[in-house]
């Protein structure tokens, strides 16, 4: 291994076998020995990549990918068909919610099963027991058996004890995603102290704003290789873009079927309200050129088509649109009416467009409410979370917005 790497990844393949209809007592197997047929699925062909000593990586890609197999086998729960993985050091790993931890006992006599399959002596447990229980919350809850936990708890209580047990790696898979608000934020603090302290990361999530967080570099691995590496913020700019012209390939043969059609109609329904005299259809999302997109950049140009459809006419007529982040923060929000337009008659079919010319979101998911409303603020159709987006942030603020702005520095000229 070169000086410097905690982990060398070396041109791995892995494989597993997918049977139609697999056997399981000896006599299906010799009766029915078609069953035993299967298909190779090869989940990894030639993946090779280096960890440097304090590094912190994220590894991306759709699901079915290989990042979590990738993790696996870097912890030693899996084992490559060929190639090989080394890594420099004590490894801590959070792959699966509850791993290694004894339902019937409770969190405090799983704290050192666990901890002492880190490598950690009784001694040196019992040091950290307090420092555990306190970075979990659950010291009311110690003494109860880990099956009456919930999934928060669970995690709560694995990862105080993988990141206190002085790893000089940590692996982690998708677990941040557990938790409430408040716990995530205090991991992700946790997570940038002990990288701080030369403890190397890897991190595999679905969560692009994670890894941003945290991480030096971004793998995108597809379809078993790598496809992409560099800066997380140029590596997922492209990766989101890749997903969101595959989902509209994969959409369009779909539109025309009656099974498909009915299943739109059912979620359309179940986000509308109003009186019903004319009704939005649809929204896209597109850039400056006209181009559908899904994926944004702050600063970028963002217009908003909205598609609506009249049954009978309507006089007095104002639209309006609201943007939502993720967790239910509404960003912003305003209509036709407050920006000074006038009021417009509705007798055929249409659509309307909103432009934000610099695009002032900072980084995260984001969805729409649109509505219909008359003059005298009656509700004619509201669409509520009618459409998705992501937005790609070169800055390093944080919040909901981009509030432009400029510093002065004064140094040394006294008060």
Known sequence: MKDGNAIEVKNITKKFKIYYDKGRMLKEKVLFWKRNKYDVHWVLNGISFEVKKGEAVGIVGHNGCGKSTTLKLLTGIMYPDGGTVELRGRVSSLLELGAGFHPDLSGRENIYINASIFGLSRKEIDKRIDKIIDFSELRDFMDDPVRTYSSGMYMRLA???AINVDADILLIDEILAVGDVNFQSKCFQKLKDIKKNGTTIVIVSHAMEQIEKICDRSIWIHEGKIRAEGQPGEVHREYLAYMENMRRENRSPLEGTEKQ?????K????HHRGTGEARI?????????GEKTKVFSTDESVIFRVYYEVYEEIKQVFFGLS?????GVRCYGSNSKADGMPAVTLKNNGFFEVEFTENQLLQGKYYLDVCIATGTEEMVDYYDTVDGFEVYSPYGDVGAVRMKHKWELHVGEGI
């Open 261 to 265: 059609e009915e299943k739109r109609e």
């Open 267 to 270: 979620e359309r329904d179940a």
């Open 159 to 161: 990862f105080s004890v």
């Open 281 to 289: 259809l649809s929204v896209e999302t597109l850039n400056r050129s």
């Open 323 to 327: 943007i939502f982040r993720n967790d």
